[in-house]
């Protein structure tokens, strides 16, 4: 099959789709840009503050305008969280207390929370400050309502968690929609729980901010959506003020939170990765959606498919076979702008439980906004792809990949 061909024939498949994610980039581009202007974002901002990081009008600004993007009344926006990970452990930490119940209703999250949660153990954990845990399985995808609120009325929930993107697992992604009326139910039996969401991956693909439908904090990553391949490292924690003063604390110290924390020389990167997000997600979509009609056009099982709505920036490939899953993971990497002459290779990896392979040729070790690919290596080898700076580089990478792969 000649895959130029197919690549035309995709496109022209995909034009309305392409131009509706245009007509979003163009809606959240207006957001960030009305954000720098209303918070007055000017060349001081780009100064850096080093030791203990008093007076930082930048990441002070920062903070301000990633609350306005994302709709909460304050935010937390640092570089000292080493990923959306650690900022999501910060906020368990912060808003948990002993004897506290934290619930997930979507099921088990992701893998490197495992030992945060204490689902795997850890001295470290929140089960080892007496947190308990419980969670609540999707239902074909869906979320299992009355049971949540069985959980709801028969037990005390201090906080529950949401993971909006799938992970390494083979359910679809959360939309808002979904989001907006669990809450909606939740909050007929319990006005007090606290409802944070795990947003990675999910920035600047739908309009509306998780926060805008009840939720009281939403965290994510800067070397994902919203840094725009730009930032080069840090996270986010934004929502409602006392909840967003407790993160702080608990990041840096009681008594000084959010007041400290040297921005180092970020501040910069970090507004002009939020500048460039809206374009750098929407290439991202759609480098998602050719490879998904490509791979599907090419008898591989797909999720979502080419004109499914979209909610992350994911997309997966089911090879129900390693050493496809493995070469396409090796192809990834082979077209990739940085590291290209290198072999990824199944290994351990901290957080997982099995050997992941992963292609990650970024200008920012691990930045999965670039164009990336990784999966664990268990049934049914499944490649969780990801990222594309540009769309027409992410279409040089796919449509060599898959040449490699279908000649193989």
Known sequence: MN???LVLEAEQKCSEIFK?????????????LEAFHNQNINESHFNMTTGYGYNDLGRDAIEKVFAEVLKGEKALVRNQFISG???LSTALFALLRPNDKMLSITGLPYDTLHEVIGIKDNPSSLKSFHISYDQVDLIDNEFDIPKIINKLQTSKIKLIEIQRSKGYSTRKSISISQIKEVISEIRKVDQDVIIMIDNCYCEFVEKTSPLEVGADIIVGSLIKNL??????????????????NLC????NLPGEGIDVGPSLGANKSILQGLYFAPSVVASSLKTAILTSYLMEKLNFEVEPKYNDNRVDIVQNIIFNDPDKLIKYVENIQKYSPIDSNSMPIPAPMPGYDDDVIMA???FT??????LSCD???RKPYIAYQQGGVTYNYGKIAITNAIKDLIAK
């Open 3 to 5: 895959i130029q061909s």
């Open 20 to 32: 509706q994610i245009d007509a979003n980039e163009y809606y959240f581009s207006t957001l960030v």
């Open 85 to 87: 990970s650690h900022a």
């Open 227 to 244: 840094g725009g391949s730009i930032a080069s490292n840090g996270a986010y924690i934004v929502g409602r003020k006392d909840l967003i």
């Open 248 to 251: 702080a604390e608990r990041l």
């Open 360 to 362: 990650s040729g970024a």
């Open 365 to 370: 070790q691990g930045s999965s906004i670039e």
């Open 375 to 377: 999966g664990p290596l």
